[in-house]
């Protein structure tokens, strides 16, 4: 099938580069010229893993292009994928100026029927809408159905998730085109789930909204768990193992960040109150969100006190592991925090250096060296857990350091290894563990 996917961002890049893999003919289209220039060069410019290999196997064999010219790609295609941004307004609504103007492009250049599919997460109603756009806007009298196919891969793993899918949804009021849609991602053998488009589109807003609840649920039973003396990780294992509550994303930590959590919650508390619907339980899953990035923080100042003039190794920037991205990621908020305490920052991280840099205030500086950051510290952070930062010895790290204090955001480690490593170690939702010279 001749396939157009349009924005190569996360989504539209891994989703080109597999449904090529899959055999179809597919073209993506980018306004960003660098980002094309870069892709023809066989250079991905996120880092995922296994992407870049995958993605110069089907340029070479011919299943993959790259151009910025809406004319090449939308004149042969049968399938139309939107996969733009739809980044958060200051109000917290999803903001469609990106998806608008594909829709602009789209009604210049279509010529033939093809389906045109919205992969971009985009609040109940964006397709209807956008179809409308098109047709008030369409330059040759052609006609064309839309089809709501909202995206679930994450980032880190988004190749895996693209061939093991617990689901693909497909909203659509058009069987012909719901058909052709089918036939696209047949081969990734993944059941269909088939619903009209304002439930695909809200589904995909439930999905995530749900996920981060779960997240902000167990992070406040942690805050527990350390009053009472419980641990957080056991009471985790212990919930999940009910099938009816499932063991994904009960992982406590120093809440969720990335570029689809923060900003979808912010949005369906927003599609909510358009509807005169105060989505009160969403609201308070934020609230506890941008409380918990707080945490590390609290916990450093009831250990020191005062945090001026200490220097603060932070290990993982990303928002987590094995992804570059730093789209709200916690890193952002916390080492401006300490900054603003009056610390010194300086940041380790195995691949996100680079993005660091141009988001984080200009005082933290960097290093790729994980030992050169830790040495002379006051204390380190953990932030994301990478596996080149859950490797460490922490007997070996303690000793680089001024003072063997750890403030472990992402429970790296087992409690007996700290006590075995003689340091003070502070993790979430578990006893901390302090060294005892007597
Ligand atoms: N990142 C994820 O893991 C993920 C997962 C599921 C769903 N989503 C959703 O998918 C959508 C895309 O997310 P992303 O992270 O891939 O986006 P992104 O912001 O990283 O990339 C978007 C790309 O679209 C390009 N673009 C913007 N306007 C364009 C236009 N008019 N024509 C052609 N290209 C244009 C940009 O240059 C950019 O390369 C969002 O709605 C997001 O919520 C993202
Ligand atoms: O138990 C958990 C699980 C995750 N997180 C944090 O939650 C955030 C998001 O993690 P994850 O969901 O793994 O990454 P994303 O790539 O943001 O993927 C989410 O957002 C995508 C964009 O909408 C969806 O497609 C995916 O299904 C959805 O999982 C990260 O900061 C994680 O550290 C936790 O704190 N505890």
Redesign the pocket.
Same mark, same amino acid.
């Given at each position: 099938m001749k396939v157009t996917v @349009? +924005?190569?961002? &996360?989504?539209? $890049? =891994?989703s080109g580069v597999c449904y090529a893999e899959i055999g179809h003919e597919v073209t993506c @289209?980018?306004?960003?010229q660098d %980002?094309i220039a870069q892709l023809r060069k066989g250079k991905s410019? @996120?880092f995922e893993p296994n992407l870049e290999e995958l993605m110069n196997k089907n340029i070479h064999n011919g299943k993959l292009q790259f151009t *910025?010219n &809406?004319l090449d790609g939308i004149e042969h295609a049968e399938v139309i994928l939107i !996969?733009? +941004?739809?980044?958060c307004k200051q109000d917290g609504t !999803?903001d469609l100026q990106?998806v608008e103007? =594909?829709a602009a492009?789209i009604a210049l250049y279509i010529k033939k029927y093809a389906v045109i599919v919205i %992969?971009?997460? =985009?609040p109940v109603g964006t397709n209807h809408y956008i179809g409308e756009l098109i047709k008030k806007n369409l330059v040759h009298d052609t006609d064309f159905d839309m089809v709501s196919n909202?995206?679930? $891969? #994450?980032?880190g793993t !988004?190749i895996k998730d693209t061939f093991n899918g617990d689901r693909i949804v497909l909203g659509s009021d058009s069987s012909k085109a719901l058909a052709i849609v089918e036939e696209l991602h047949k081969q990734f053998n993944i059941p269909y789930f088939l619903t009209d488009t304002r439930s695909a589109e809200m589904i %995909?807003y439930a999905a995530n909204a749900f996920l981060a609840t779960k997240i902000s649920f167990i992070n406040e039973i942690a805050k527990i768990c350390e009053k009472v003396g419980a641990n957080v990780e056991d009471v985790a294992l212990g919930m999940g193992k009910d099938k009816r509550i499932g063991e994904h994303f009960l992982k406590a930590g120093i809440g969720y960040g +990335?570029?689809?959590f923060p %900003? *979808?919650t912010k949005a369906l508390v927003q599609i909510a109150g358009n509807v005169e619907h105060d989505f009160e339980l969403l609201r308070s899953v934020i609230k506890v969100n941008i409380g918990q990035q707080q945490a590390l923080i609290e916990k450093a100042i009831s250990y020191f006190g005062d945090l001026s003039e200490k220097k603060i190794a932070i290990l993982g920037l990303s928002f987590k592991p094995n992804t570059d *991205?730093m #789209?709200d990621a916690a890193s952002v908020v916390i080492t401006d925090k300490l900054i603003s305490l009056g610390a010194s920052v300086i940041a380790y991280d195995p691949v996100t250096i680079e993005n660091a840099k141009k988001i984080l205030n200009p005082r933290v500086t960097f290093n790729t060296n994980i030992n050169e950051v830790m040495y002379d510290a006051d204390c380190v952070f953990i932030l994301t857990e990478w596996d080149q930062i859950k490797q460490i010895d922490l007997r070996v790290a303690g000793r680089l350091m001024k003072n063997p204090v750890f403030f472990d955001g992402r429970n790296c480690f087992t409690l007996e290894e700290a006590q075995r490593a003689e340091i003070d170690y502070f993790s979430i939702g578990r006893s901390a563990v302090i060294r005892n010279f007597d």
């Open positions: @349009i +924005g190569t961002g &996360y989504v539209g $890049l =891994v @289209i980018d306004v960003n %980002k410019p @996120i *910025d &809406y !996969a733009v +941004g739809t980044p !999803a990106f103007s =594909v492009n %992969k971009s997460t =985009v909202p995206e679930f $891969l #994450r980032e !988004a %995909k +990335g570029s689809c %900003k *979808d *991205d #789209r």
